[in-house]
């Protein structure tokens, strides 16, 4: 199935995973998405194609494990975005009290200003991608 929950409401996307997990144990059940609850949801094997060639494959636990100790979180300023964003992957950012707080994968910490932070799938994602040189920085 490809993108098969793309444009469900929270219910209708809760009832076809769930789908998805009854049918499965009596077929092999390919699923291709970019959603990543629906991946957390529904799989147990995970395989990642960059321009299609498989880049990664193994378990979701094994795709966290990618990004262990290459997590970071950070606080910075707004003008400090472009510089960050031009050397790292930035997996989420967000505002808060004029600063913006942002979540990078990246082998070291990022101007020794981050705190590690616990690797999750989208981590895992990125951290594979980049090791093959997908991810681009700006």
């Keep these: 199935v490809d993108e098969p929950t793309a ?3 929270p219910e209708e ?3 076809f995973r769930n789908l998805l997990a009854r049918i499965s144990g009596q077929r092999v059940v390919i699923l291709s998405t ?4 629906d991946i957390e949801a529904s799989c147990t094997q995970v395989a990642v194609l960059n321009r299609g060639r498989v880049a990664f494959d193994g378990t979701p636990d ?4 990618q990004a262990r100790g290459s997590v970071w979180e950070m606080e910075i300023a707004p003008t400090e975005y472009e510089m960050i964003e031009q050397r790292y ?3 989420s950012s967000r505002t808060a009290s ?5 979540r990078v994968v ?3 910490n990022p101007f020794g200003r981050g705190s590690a ?3 999750g799938l989208e981590d895992g994602y990125v951290a594979v991608m980049s090791k093959q040189g997908a991810v681009e920085h700006a």
Aim: net charge neutral.
């Design 13 to 15: 996307r809760i009832r």
């Design 98 to 102: 004029g600063r913006m707080m942002l």
């Design 106 to 108: 990246a082998n070291e």
């Design 62 to 65: 094994e795709l966290v494990a």
């Design 34 to 37: 970019h959603i990543v609850a």
């Design 89 to 91: 992957p930035i997996i």
């Design 117 to 119: 932070a616990a690797s």
């Design 7 to 9: 444009g469900l409401d």
